[in-house]
């Protein structure tokens, strides 16, 4: 998944896939929860994602077949993607068919944003443009959409090979460190705020 993130439109084409699988299997698994054994249930999950994954692979070929190619091994990978079975086995196995579906839906548009984000970071500073080959998934109307921030006479190939994109995903991570630490702060001092009103009211009734 990072390796195949080196532009915009390869992150997006990833992630449209990967929430198409996550849709139907956490529907599928949702429905056939009541009849699938204990024992089992693991490798018939494997299987529906394997099926759905096929589905998917089979309809990039026929429609985008130029972003299937770009794309090549990293599809049937899905299969093995960890939070594709995780979602079947801690939620769609124990919830109804519209929970379900909401998760998956909801999951497969926030690995999506992830991935865009990524493979945005990686094309500006490899490429210096956005959205290059946006015609490979969008049609021939889409080239027009091609942004060019910089020019450069060579890629800045940290940034598209895999290493940049294990740099940026830790860039990402401590982005999202430090806002979750902001929040954190914030909703402390609206806790201390709080108690500090309330002891003063208090002491006014008093």
């Known amino acids: 998944l990072l390796a195949v993130t080196a532009t915009v439109i390869n992150g997006l084409g990833l992630g449209i896939a990967t929430t198409l699988v996550l849709l139907g299997s956490n529907i ?53 993607n960890c939070a594709i079975i995780g979602r079947a086995e801690a939620y769609a196995s124990k919830n109804r068919v519209q929970l379900a579906a909401f998760d998956g839906l909801m999951m497969g548009l926030g690995f999506t944003l992830v991935l865009v984000v990524l493979g945005a970071m990686r094309e500006l500073l490899g490429y210096g ?5 946006a015609d490979l998934l969008l049609g021939d109307w889409a080239k027009d959409l091609t942004i060019v921030v910089f020019t450069t006479e060579s890629p800045f190939l940290l940034a598209i090979l895999p290493p940049g994109a294990f740099l940026c995903m830790g860039l990402l991570i401590a982005f999202k460190n430090m806002l979750d630490r902001l929040i954190e702060k914030r909703s402390q001092r609206a806790k201390q705020a709080k108690i500090v009103q309330r002891a003063r009211v208090t002491g006014t009734d008093i």
């Open 28 to 80: 599928t698994v949702s429905l056939v929860r009541n009849f699938v054994p204990n024992e089992i249930r693991i490798p018939i999950f494997v299987m529906i994602i394997a099926a759905f994954v096929t589905i998917v692979q089979l309809l990039m070929n026929a429609f985008t077949f130029e972003l299937y190619q770009a794309l090549g091994i990293f599809i049937p990978l899905i299969v093995t």
């Open 129 to 133: 443009t956005l959205l290059v080959g």
